[in-house]
């Protein structure tokens, strides 16, 4: 009768064993695709916005160019109001684009600096210097 019972226990974790699995993959399954579904949205959404963004830069440096070519000053001085204009349109992108990838900032956004600073041995101290 043990041998029975052992037989019937194997059976059963073995069956056990196959429905807990496809239960996981099902449910890892769903929450890929909802995953996916989200990561998809926010894509778009994202792409909708710097559209619109794009729009609105093309209007602004529009505005610029035509409030400096309408005003009454020679034409030297438009060009170099002009040029000192999109020099700037052009360096805060810049800095911006700097800032944003700076290694320094996304460790302290991430929090690794927090576990590099815990994980780092204190700096060592010299004993001072009597005479």
Not at 31 to 60: D, N
Not at 86 to 115: D, H, T
Request: positive net charge; hydrophobic residues 55%; contains cysteine.
């Amino acid at each position: 009768m043990v041998w029975l019972r052992r037989i019937l226990i194997w059976g059963f974790r073995l069956w056990g064993g196959k429905m807990v699995m496809t239960h996981v993959r099902r449910k890892g399954l769903i929450a890929y695709l909802r995953t996916l579904q989200a990561i998809r949205k926010s894509v778009i959404v994202a792409i909708a916005f710097f559209c619109l963004l794009q729009l609105m830069i093309f209007g602004a440096v529009g505005t610029f160019v035509l409030t400096v070519l309408l005003t009454n000053q020679e034409q030297a001085s438009k060009l170099w109001i002009l040029l000192s204009g999109f020099l700037i349109l052009f360096a805060i992108p810049l800095v911006g684009l700097g800032v944003l990838f700076s290694e320094r900032i996304w460790l302290k956004a991430s929090g690794a600096q927090e576990f590099f600073d815990k994980e780092s041995p204190p700096a060592p101290t010299a004993a001072p210097i009597q005479l």
